[in-house]
């Protein structure tokens, strides 16, 4: 994706938005052609940058972030069973 346009998101009236999304497939968290392990029940660390938007933020207003799954559309896979 990182060849495409930058869009805003639409405004739409609604008591949630969206304001960014970002996303990182941990096999893969450092080097896109590094394949790394995940070791299970542990805790990790990771750090991926979001795309910018401008938003103003009232005094109480609420961020929440999201986590789901792999997009398996944009993830880069090895080929382990």
Request: hydrophobic letters at 40%; zero cysteines; charged letters at 30%.
């Amino acid at each position: 994706h990182m060849l495409e346009n930058l869009n805003e998101l639409p405004f739409r009236e609604n008591a949630q938005r969206v304001v960014t999304k970002g996303y990182l497939n941990l096999q893969n968290r450092n080097d896109l052609l590094l394949v790394e392990d995940i070791a299970a029940d542990e805790w990790m660390d990771v750090q991926f940058e979001l795309q910018p938007t401008i938003y103003k933020l009232k005094e109480g207003d609420t961020l929440r972030l999201v986590l789901y799954t792999t997009d398996f559309e944009i993830t880069i896979r090895d080929k382990t069973a």
